[in-house]
């Protein structure tokens, strides 16, 4: 299963990024020129994840290159960062010059990369092309550490207008409260909030609410980063469909994600993104993700 996915989404959702899309292409190179050269036209803020090793199948970088026309060369530094992270171990003496090459082939960038290291402690750089894509290793620990590493590096919207989110559960179905949900989204398309409705099969339905921090005509915002309209809203809301608001740790339990004895505290720090989401066990993917 899929864990990176599920991780940039978490990560989009909190610093007000606006997913729009996540594919998965084939170790196919036509497949990822295409995809590349379309997703860094049409969106401002590409990853792509996998596909940066030593074997076979490990093609993202080179087609990465020939999407954009350009060559590959080792990058120095990176050479010179993997060979202080390994020289310590037994096998690095006994390289033949075929495993030899197969070693550097993780520092062959094309020529004209931004090269980001974003961890001291990891050897591995985030490489960026055109300004926006973002290439990261496909390990999900290795993965996760770089993506928090990079913020630095982005251009991210201020907290003001990053998203809130509200979630309201109701035991009612929703094809009672869908009229109402209906004309709510009307009602707040034009002040950018997104109305959600997500069944928990046999229990009922959790209902989310998105808005940015900064309100309509500047609503005030609490001592806790809460959002004052977004929270008289998401009373009005519990009104009409009989429900109330809960945690992230409450909707995870419905859901059946997470057990009872998750704490609180555990379960605000893992802010979930808008949409379902995917969980991923395990540490090796073999396709690209976009």
């Known amino acids: 299963m899929d864990r990176n996915s599920h991780y ?7 610093y007000g990024i606006e997913l729009k899309r996540i594919e998965v292409v084939a170790d196919k190179e036509e497949e990822i020129v295409e995809a590349s050269k379309r997703m860094v036209q049409d ?20 087609a990465l290159a020939k999407a954009f026309n350009q060559r590959l060369i080792h990058h120095v530094e990176t050479l010179y960062r993997m060979e202080e992270m390994y020289r310590h171990r037994s096998w690095v003496a006994t390289q033949n010059p075929q495993q030899q ?10 020529e004209h990369a931004e090269v980001l290291f974003v961890r001291q402690d990891l050897w591995v ?13 496909g390990i999900p620990t290795l993965f ?37 949900l209906t004309a709510l989204q009307a009602r707040l398309k034009p002040i950018d909030v997104q109305v959600g409705s997500y069944p928990v099969i046999g229990k009922g339905v959790c209902v989310s609410l998105i808005g940015r921090a900064k309100g309509p005509s500047g609503s005030r915002i609490d001592g ?22 809960v945690t992230e740790e409450e909707v995870a339990r419905k859901k059946g994600e997470v057990p009872a004895s998750l704490t609180s505290a555990a379960a605000a720090a893992a802010a979930v993104p808008a949409h379902q989401h995917q969980h991923q066990q395990v540490e090796h993917q073999q396709a690209r993700r976009f």
């Open 101 to 110: 090459e197969a070693f550097r082939r993780m520092a062959l960038f094309p």
């Open 144 to 180: 996760q550490k770089m993506l928090d590493g990079l913020e630095p590096f982005l251009n991210l919207p201020p907290p003001s207008e990053r998203p809130l989110r509200i979630q309201i559960f109701t035991e009612r179905p929703e094809s009672i409260i869908a009229p109402y």
């Open 224 to 245: 806790q980063g809460n959002s004052e309209w977004l929270a008289n809203l998401a009373r009005e809301v519990e009104a009409e469909i009989d429900g109330h608001v």
């Open 125 to 137: 750089p985030v490489v960026r092309l055109q300004g926006k894509l973002h290439v990261f290793p």
């Open 8 to 14: 940039i989404a978490k990560y989009c959702f909190e």
């Open 43 to 62: 969106y401002d803020f590409v990853i792509t994840t996998g596909g940066i090793g030593p074997t076979h199948d490990d093609i993202t970088y080179a």
